[in-house]
């Protein structure tokens, strides 16, 4: 019997419920294998005193500290923490975690810790497999490695946590190199893709009528990512006055929003660019099959899970050459890598609007990536570190 306890401040709740929802949905599977029993711990940070009454921080204070999450035993414990000071995140994080996992420990004795993004929870997951004698391997995902692996306060946390990890995964190869740079331990380093629910993200029978479902009429361009600079939407938003003809749907919500909302207005694109905000999971499938192009111009990335959804609905891609990009893109029919310029993001998206590939051909491109092919490759990982097996060489991919 495996017992994994999977340790990630992304994870949804009843508040953000599309919050780290990859994580939930690698959780997930994971779990449902034979000979695997997984409880997840997904730690709130909360500052203290009235701060915490904030509306900010209230409704993630009013969360229960423990419950089941579609079937998934999972604990919701707070841990201290001072906007705006990440670095003393990990420390805050594992002092207040220890007493938990001690008591989880007693009736689930799991013999491995996961934990599922590189900072803050990767330094904390250190700390605790070192106070209760556990292995510990830390996911990569893109964000925790190229921010605040980089970041003068936090990278010597992120390359210690690396170098002590028993075993560490990567999204895409590119981040694996990206690690490597870090002074982390390229032996110990798997790369392990993302998955998509192919019956679910699955091209539209008739492209046309699902543009019209959503009120579009021509192209139909789509942008899922937080509003966040990084992403690039600013690009895109450029990128549509090359394009008279197309509508651009832009998913996600964040800090940008009013940014993005001024420049729609300068450029006078109100009525073909829509800022959609946050959407459930369910609405992207209806969304990305419906797209002619998916488009997202960011400026780092590991291996966005909106990328596969594209094209596992035969949606082709304009992205910047990033992360796992080449990974992804690695045939005409996926679409295009371009530079993170309007001018470039425009005409790549004009070519394949052009000589739009053969949807069947797009989706072919994404069915590698599974969520059966992403549990049983976690499960091999995590099993060869909780059974005590030897590191595969450097190439093997997970």
């Given at each position: 019997m495996l017992r994994v306890l999977t340790l990630s401040t992304l994870f949804p709740d009843a508040t953000r419920p599309t919050f780290g929802i990859f994580v939930e949905r690698q959780t997930l599977g994971l779990a449902a294998l034979p000979g695997v029993e997984v409880e997840v711990v997904a730690p709130i940070g909360l500052p203290p005193g009235p701060l915490a009454r904030h509306p900010r921080w209230r409704a993630l204070g009013e969360l229960p500290l423990h419950e089941s999450w579609k079937g998934l035993n999972v604990h919701r414990p707070r841990f201290p923490v001072m906007p705006g000071i990440g670095a003393l995140n990990p420390a805050a994080m594992a002092r207040a975690l220890e007493?938990?996992?001690?008591r989880i420990r007693?009736?689930?004795p799991f013999g491995i810790l996961d934990a599922e993004f590189f900072f803050p929870d990767g330094p904390a997951a250190i700390r605790l497999g070192a106070a209760l004698g556990v292995p510990v391997s830390i996911k990569a995902r893109g964000a925790d490695i190229h921010h605040w692996g980089r970041q003068m306060l936090t990278r010597s946390e992120v390359r210690r946590a690396g170098?002590?990890?028993?075993?560490?995964?990567?999204?895409?190869?590119?981040l694996k190199a990206d690690m490597v740079t870090l002074s982390l331990p390229e032996e110990r380093i798997r790369v392990h893709y993302t998955g998509v629910d192919l019956a679910r993200f699955r091209p539209a029978s008739d492209r046309i009528a699902a543009k019209a479902a959503l009120g579009v009429r021509g192209p139909l361009l789509l942008s899922v990512g937080a509003l966040i600079a990084r992403k690039g939407h600013a690009l895109a938003?450029?990128?549509?006055?090359?394009l008279p003809d197309a509508t651009l749907m832009i998913v996600g919500q964040g800090p940008e929003r009013a940014a993005l909302e001024t420049l729609i207005a300068a450029r006078g694109l109100g009525d073909r660019v829509r800022l959609l905000g946050a959407q459930p999971h369910e609405a992207l499938p209806a969304l990305a099959a419906a797209a002619d192009v998916g488009v997202l111009a960011s400026a780092s990335e590991g291996l966005a899970n909106a990328w596969v959804e594209c094209l596992a609905c035969g949606t082709p891609l304009v992205i910047s050459d990033v992360g796992g990009a080449r990974e992804l893109v690695d045939r005409p029919e996926a679409g295009r890598i371009v530079a993170r310029e309007p001018d470039a993001i425009a005409a790549g998206v004009a070519e394949l609007l052009a000589a739009a590939p053969d949807p069947a051909a797009v989706r072919a491109t994404a069915e590698r990536f599974t969520w059966e092919v992403n549990a049983a490759a976690l499960h091999r990982h995590l099993a060869g570190i909780?059974?005590?097996?030897p590191a595969e060489p450097v190439s093997a991919e997970a």
């Open positions: 007493p938990l996992l001690r007693e009736g689930f170098q002590a990890a028993a075993g560490l995964l990567a999204v895409s190869a590119a938003i450029e990128a549509m006055t090359r909780a059974h005590g097996a």
